[in-house]
Nanobody, 124 residues
Framework: QVQLVDSGGGLVQAGGSLRLSCAAS????????MAWFRQAPGREREFVVGISGSNISTAYADCVKGRFTISKDNAKNTMYLHLNSLRSEDTAVYSC?????????????????WGQGTQVTVSS
């Protein structure tokens, strides 16, 4: 059984930083593309950042480029999202996702497995 457990959310002031983690089990990490999505109240889920199975390719939403960084430790089956220079508009539930292919995609429908989500709240 594939399981994703994300954690690390919290309340932070604007301009602050957080690190989210996604621990995966039941899959061979290097053969899965991974991503972070977020959903704010009243808004649709949106792609934030993704990384290929090989860790070679990454993709970032324009609104987080230069502020967020994704990384993946294949040996630990754990993915991280470093959130810097946080803004109030970054407030959302962040969820990690995995697709059974090493190829990176940005559409949520391409991802099969999802974490339970972790709340990030940025106060202005």
């Amino acid at each position: 059984q594939v399981q994703l457990v994300d954690s690390g959310g919290g309340l932070v002031q604007a301009g602050g930083s957080l690190r989210l983690s996604c621990a995966a089990s039941g899959l061979t990490f290097s053969t899965y593309a991974m991503a972070w999505f977020r959903q704010a109240p009243g808004r649709e889920r949106e792609f934030v950042v993704g990384i290929s199975g090989s860790n070679i390719s990454t993709a970032y939403a324009d609104c987080v480029k230069g502020r967020f960084t994704i990384s993946k430790d294949n040996a630990k089956n754990t993915m991280y999202l470093h959130l810097n220079s946080l803004r109030s508009e970054d407030t959302a539930v962040y969820s990690c996702a995995a697709r059974p292919s090493p190829l990176l995609r940005t559409a949520g429908r391409e991802y099969v497995y999802w974490g339970q989500g972790t709340q990030v709240t940025v106060s202005s």
